[in-house]
């Protein structure tokens, strides 16, 4: 009698396991792919700090010309496959930039560009920016 009992209730249970499932596994990767595409727009903000100090160390030497700026911010974003960021400098002619004076590289890639899921997740801002600001090296 007490097994036919734990047999009933085993096959009353039986499909619970299957409905949880249904309603969990949707959740679950929904949560998992959100957190591989933040980790993605981390390591991308990571790289584009990088090619903006390499940009600048490049900016900030007395014989500096844009063109050399951006090709050697380019060589960095080619490890990412980062293609047509926005490269600014500050001044924007850097032969006018003094000795001593600040120097600015500014470079903006935006977020559906580098997205693995371009639009699905709704993020705050549009595009990931990194700046770095140093001084432009004495000729002497």
Known sequence: MRNFVVRRCFLCRRGSSAVEFAVIAPLMILFTFGLVEVGRLMLVKQTLTHASREGARVAVRPNADIADVRQRILDELLTLEIEDPVIETE????????????????????????????????FAVDEIVAETCMLREYTQ
């Open 91 to 122: 001044p924007a002619s850097l032969e006018l930039a003094e000795p001593g004076a600040d120097v600015t590289v500014r470079v903006r890639v935006g977020i559906n560009s580098v997205s693995w899921v371009p639009g699905y997740f709704n």
